[in-house]
């Protein structure tokens, strides 16, 4: 089967709906990002932009391309606007409630023949939001990774109901348009990624919440000792604290291992809005401006 997806919708413009539309606005495609009001889509636009602009400093695009790509993308307050669209990716807060609500809306919403619903979702059940809909066999999970423009790696989650030639389909799209590499996991909380990174993150916050090393040599000891681009308490700040934690929380839900347990630390700085990059401080502190 092939989809012929010329028209993405994005919902959510935060780092990673920005990022997944970002890609998609490169690749040529007709791209609407939905928000939840102005202020937010502006904010959206903005992080779009300021990511294409390190892409020119870095000489990954040139300067025409990063302006059309800026130019092709719309956005929108309305999930209304999404009717037309032969592919919406979710990226939403990672909040079960949240998502099904929205799988629910588009459902009725997205009436393109064939149009496929992904999430972006990254340990939330495929499933539960396949079952908010009435087309659960093109429901599935695309799981970018964090920084979109950057990362190679997507991958593709079918739940028990997606079809083969959805999730071939999308895998398709994924690498022929979008040059990202795909690679295919089942629906458990964490797919393949987070599975194994999220017990090794939430292993870093153990040690520094125990005093046994400070943040600072924890991600010294792996960017120097293990060659990682970014220690596991930084990798942490970069994805959010808010978003590990909510992540952790899946896992532990699903298989009740204690290593999944968000430590208390972790839980302690989400209430008190300690998020990591996004807020300006986390296990580090960042320059906001
Ligand atoms: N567009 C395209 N390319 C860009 C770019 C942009 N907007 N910004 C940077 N780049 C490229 C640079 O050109 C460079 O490429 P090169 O190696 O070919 O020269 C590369 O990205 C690195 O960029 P920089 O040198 O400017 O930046 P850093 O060296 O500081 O690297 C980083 C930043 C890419 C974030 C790096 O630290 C890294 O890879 N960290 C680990 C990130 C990671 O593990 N992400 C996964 C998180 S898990 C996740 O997302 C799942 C979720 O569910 C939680």
């Known amino acids: 089967m092939t989809l012929g997806i010329e028209r993405v919708g ?18 040529g495609l007709d791209t609407l990002v939905c928000e939840v009001d102005a202020t937010a889509a502006r904010r959206a636009r903005e992080r779009v ?126 690498a022929a348009t979008l040059g990202k590499t795909a690679i295919r996991s089942q629906d458990r909380a964490g797919f393949v990624v987070n599975s194994l990174l999220i017990p090794y993150l939430l292993a870093a916050v153990r040690m520094a919440e125990s005093g046994f090393a400070t943040a600072a040599d924890v991600d010294a000891g792996m960017e120097l000792g293990c060659a990682h681009p970014m220690g596991p308490l930084k990798l ?24 999944y347990a968000p430590p208390p630390l972790l839980q302690r700085m989400v209430e008190a809005g300690l998020l990591g990059r996004k807020t300006g401080r986390g296990f580090h502190t960042y320059d906001r401006g």
Do not use: Q, W
Request: with cysteine; aromatic share 4%.
């Open 10 to 27: 994005v919902v959510g413009g935060g780092r990673m709906g920005a990022g997944i539309a970002e890609v998609c606005a490169r690749a």
């Open 49 to 174: 932009a300021a990511s294409l602009e390190r892409a020119v400093d870095r000489g990954k695009t040139d300067r025409p391309t990063a302006e059309h790509a800026l130019a092709r993308l719309v956005f929108t307050g309305s999930l209304d606007d999404l009717a037309d669209r032969h592919l919406v990716v979710e990226a939403a807060v990672e909040n079960p409630d949240v998502k099904t609500e929205i799988f629910t809306a588009l459902d009725k919403i997205v009436e393109e023949p064939g149009a496929v619903l992904a999430t972006n979702t990254s340990s939330i059940p495929v499933m539960r939001l396949g079952m908010a809909t009435g087309r659960a066999d093109r429901v599935l999970g695309l799981h970018f990774f964090n920084p979109v423009p950057v990362m190679p790696l997507v991958e593709i989650v079918t739940s028990l109901h997606t079809s083969a030639e959805t999730a071939s389909a999308v895998e398709e799209f994924a």
């Open 236 to 259: 942490a700040d970069l994805i959010g604290l808010d978003t590990v934690a909510s992540i952790a929380r899946s896992l532990y839900e699903e298989f009740k291992e204690p290593l």
